[in-house]
């Protein structure tokens, strides 16, 4: 979120969130992929057939309220963030440890080189934040660490950001663009930090729009997926910046059309399901609905970077080069998302305690396509 031009729309407010390793990449650009090309697209011999089957359903609602935001299912609990805490450099460390061992040997040590590097340090004072930009070694939002490197950024800190209920701004300070994170997240674990931090490090110029708000965080609710499935239990640790990137990842869940596949400006109804909020799609929680109720479009185009190009390629598996901000590029991401297969699409559906009803026709055998909350719980310790 940036404030560098003020847009927004009150139900990207709502779904704030504060939103994988490279494999050999494929030639593709947003304006020439075809538009058939998604991760979800298998045929009867693909044994994510049958995870498809539940994904083509209405969207799934959640039933443990405790999990979600309460500006989108009010009559859940209080928002309470993480409680203040001593958090060691010793204790950052051991669990920045553990977090990129499952990456590899070089994320841990690109990892640990950022939390003691000076350098990063002149800009990232605050060891939780620090930790926070570390953990994001070998991950989708890797190129974070080198922007911060590369000094486009003069601080990242923890303050109070013009926009009070975001969870994290970039401001034009003084002597040059800084990321506020909000102080009443101080002491949220610094993964999920990481992952708002993965968002902001992608706002690297004035300008900004509807478009590069909407790109901006659905590669961040990407790479939060995928770091359930490495670190299950935060999905439901319950601290108020949790439940905001839990509600905001359970729209994108349930952005899919009606062969299961996963979209960004389509679904089979209000993804937001038994909420207090009516979203046709993730997508129109920033760029609005139509008069027939669906999706908006932005024709502005904003700049992009680096880092949005590293992002973008890791969350679709293509190799890209002077991506822009704009529509071309959200039709691209509606089509040719890959951070998740079906099956892990479950799987996280099933961490955050969504109901998923049994294919019509057959019997009802829940869970049955992925491994239990409790199982991948069980499976990270």
Request: with cysteine; proline share 9%; hydrophobic share 40%.
């Amino acid at each position: 979120m940036t404030v560098f031009r003020a847009r927004r729309c009150a139900a990207a407010l709502t779904l704030a969130a504060a939103t994988l390793l490279l494999a050999p990449l494929s030639a593709a650009s947003p304006a020439s992929a075809d538009a058939g090309t998604t991760s979800a697209h298998v045929d009867d011999r693909d044994p994510s057939r049958e995870a498809l089957k539940l994904l083509s359903q209405p969207p799934f609602p959640p039933t443990d309220l405790s999990l979600v935001n309460t500006q989108s299912y009010p009559q859940g609990p209080p928002m309470q963030p993480a409680p203040p805490r001593e958090i060691t450099d010793r204790e950052l460390v051991h669990q920045l440890r553990a977090t990129l061992r499952r990456r590899g040997r070089h994320a841990v040590e690109e990892g640990l080189t950022a939390f003691y590097s000076s350098q990063i340090a002149a800009v990232v004072p605050d060891p939780n934040l620090r930790a926070a930009l570390a953990s994001l070694a070998g991950s989708p939002g890797q190129a974070s660490i080198q922007t911060i490197r590369n000094g486009v950024f003069h601080r990242a800190y923890f303050g109070s950001p013009p926009n009070p209920i975001a969870a994290a701004q970039v401001v034009l300070g003084p002597h040059g663009p800084e990321i506020i994170f909000n102080q009443r997240y101080r002491y949220e674990d610094f993964r999920l930090l990481g992952v708002v931090f993965s968002h902001e490090t992608l706002h690297q110029d004035p300008q900004n729009n509807a478009n590069e708000e909407l790109i901006n965080s659905t590669l961040q609710l990407g790479y939060h997926g995928q770091l359930f499935l490495e670190q299950p239990r935060l999905a439901t640790i319950r601290t108020e910046l949790a439940r905001r990137g839990n509600t905001a990842l359970l729209a994108l869940l349930n952005t899919r059309d009606a062969r299961g596949r996963q979209r960004l400006t389509v679904s089979t109804g209000n993804v937001l399901p038994g909420s207090a909020v009516s979203l046709p799609s993730f997508g129109a929680s920033f760029l609005g609905t139509t008069p027939d109720g669906g999706t908006g479009t932005d024709p502005t185009s904003t700049p992009g970077n680096a880092n949005l190009d590293f992002f973008l390629s890791a969350i679709t598996r293509t190799r890209q080069t002077g991506t822009a901000f704009d529509t071309a590029t959200v039709q691209f991401l509606d089509r040719r998302q890959a951070w998740a297969t079906p099956e892990e699409r479950i799987q996280i559906a099933q961490l955050l305690e969504l109901r998923i009803p049994h294919h019509p026709g057959k019997p009802h055998r829940p869970h049955s396509t992925a491994v239990t909350a409790k199982a991948a719980a069980a499976a990270a310790n």
